[in-house]
């Protein structure tokens, strides 16, 4: 059962423009996660943020949650190409023993140099 | 680091034939899963263990089967693959009570 949609599904921007990818969800959650994969390759986290918690931020990557919408959104500052990448946000639900990821069919975002 | 390896980065086999996809961990890690990724489909998973010799069903379990004899090692065996297995193999890993995952780079199977 697939519980994240991302939005929109493909995203190309210029070098040093802000991206911002959007998730939404369908049931409670524990936390939602995103995740980077570049071309052919495996997953890498880039952030996790709890169902009591609305903003959160590393680097140039900001996420915001709303559970009341149940969604998420990603946003990169400052892209550079390197981050040419597709994007996924992942969902754990709440009592969620088994550490059990659900996740949405990602963002593939371009940065033009 | 965490590492997480994948025993084949692209694979070639026929209807019919048994493969075996194998991931290890070396972080000691109780959790291990198997996802397939499929254009537009995104990540679905297949199987996990929680712990040795313990395995639980995924959303599409159908046509796979898995083996967790060691802790860091979880095996996906297509029983008799068929062309709809073709597709991206995803392992990844996590320790209990941190709910971050680390992937392997996947392998991609092609069955002819």
């Known amino acids: 059962s697939q519980q994240g949609e991302e939005d929109p599904q493909a995203l190309s921007i210029q070098e040093g423009e802000n991206a911002t990818m959007n998730c939404s969800y369908k049931t409670s959650i524990n936390n939602l996660q995103w995740y980077r994969q570049n071309s052919g390759r495996g997953l890498v986290h880039l952030i996790l943020i709890r169902s009591n918690e609305r903003e959160k931020h590393s680097g140039r990557l900001r996420v915001t949650l709303d559970t009341s919408k149940k969604s998420s959104s990603l946003l990169i500052t400052a892209s550079r190409a390197a981050d040419t990448a597709s994007y996924f946000c992942?969902?754990?639900?709440?009592?969620?023993?088994?550490?059990?990821?659900?996740f949405g069919t990602g963002t593939l975002l371009a940065v033009q140099p | 680091d965490v590492k997480v390896t994948q025993s084949s980065r692209y694979l070639v086999k026929r209807t019919g034939e048994k493969v075996f996809l194998e991931c290890v961990q070396d972080?000691?890690?109780?959790?291990m899963f198997w996802y397939r990724q499929d254009p537009g489909l995104g990540l679905r998973l297949i199987y996990f263990s929680y712990d040795v010799k313990m395995k639980e069903k995924g959303d599409i379990p159908e046509g796979y089967s898995v083996s967790r004899e060691k802790k860091e090692r979880f095996s996906l065996i297509l029983e008799s693959a068929s062309t709809n297995q073709t597709s991206m193999y995803l392992c990844a890993s996590i320790t209990g009570g941190v709910q971050t995952q680390y992937f392997g780079p996947g392998t991609r199977l092609l069955v002819l």
């Open positions: 992942a969902t754990v639900a709440p009592r969620g023993a088994t550490n059990k990821l659900i």
């Open positions: 972080m000691d890690h109780e959790n």
